[in-house]
């Protein structure tokens, strides 16, 4: 089992362009998550999922997209960089089981907004 | 909304200490977490609890879900350098809603 998985680990982008933060997971999880982490901050969830084709937005969800085509991925999406969306990503995935529920994270990608 | 008071924010102790760190919060939740994050890495799960009052032991770690189910507290025994990190709690509620509560993180340096 590999996890959770995320690429790319580091990425600068300039104002204005656009990217794919890719995320899979081998566990057959049905939630996943993205969070993003600023410097010397906890965790701020952007966007969940609770299956696949099922998505809802979190805590700050403005400048990103989701989608759950698979249960493995779960990509995120900014489609104009901003230098406030500089930042640590993680994508995190659970599996809900008689009300235990626990959450895995990736490793994380560091993006930096130019 | 919803928010987790995570305490101390930091600490600096020697090495063979006790640490010990809590999370309280005005809401009842039904899941607590500890995770540790080590630079430049994700969170890792060190320990769940599901149950009130439910004392849980991870090596030299323990932690406890309050009985109020309002907090929680995690102790580390015989501190160790490489216990340094960020120690995160999170909780998670009864309902349908799947978004942990996070709290800021406790920041622990270990003087060997």
């Known amino acids: 089992n590999a996890g959770v998985t995320q690429t790319p680990k580091f990425r600068i982008l300039k104002i204005g362009q656009s990217m794919t933060l890719q995320c899979t997971q081998d566990?057959?999880?049905?939630?996943m998550y993205w969070y993003r982490q600023d410097p010397g901050m906890g965790l701020k969830l952007i966007y969940y999922?609770?299956?696949?084709?099922?998505?809802d937005k979190g805590e700050v969800p403005n400048g990103y997209n989701v989608s759950r085509s698979t249960t493995e991925d779960f990509p995120l999406r900014l489609e104009l960089a901003a230098p406030s969306q500089t930042s640590v990503y993680f994508c995190?995935?659970?599996?809900?089981?008689?009300?235990?529920?626990?959450?895995?994270f990736g490793p994380g990608t560091r993006l930096l907004v130019l | 909304g919803q928010q987790l008071n995570q305490s101390p924010q930091s600490m600096f102790i020697q090495e063979g200490e006790d640490v010990s760190m809590n999370c309280t919060s005005s809401s009842i939740f039904n899941t607590w977490l500890w995770y540790k994050q080590d630079p430049g890495e994700g969170p890792v799960l060190l320990i769940a609890?599901?149950?009130a009052g439910e004392l849980t032991s991870n090596g030299r770690l323990t932690a406890q879900f309050g009985i109020t189910r309002k907090d929680s507290f995690l102790n580390i025994s015989a501190s160790i350098p490489s216990d340094v990190g960020i120690y995160f709690c999170?909780?998670?509620?009864?309902?349908?809603?799947?978004?942990?509560?996070w709290g800021l993180g406790t920041s622990l340096a270990v003087n060997p």
């Open positions: 995190a995935s659970s599996r809900r089981h008689q009300s235990q529920e626990t959450q895995y």
């Open positions: 609890l599901y149950k």
């Open positions: 999170a909780a998670l509620n009864a309902g349908n809603n799947r978004k942990l509560i």
């Open positions: 999922s609770v299956g696949a084709g099922i998505t």
């Open positions: 566990m057959n999880h049905n939630y």
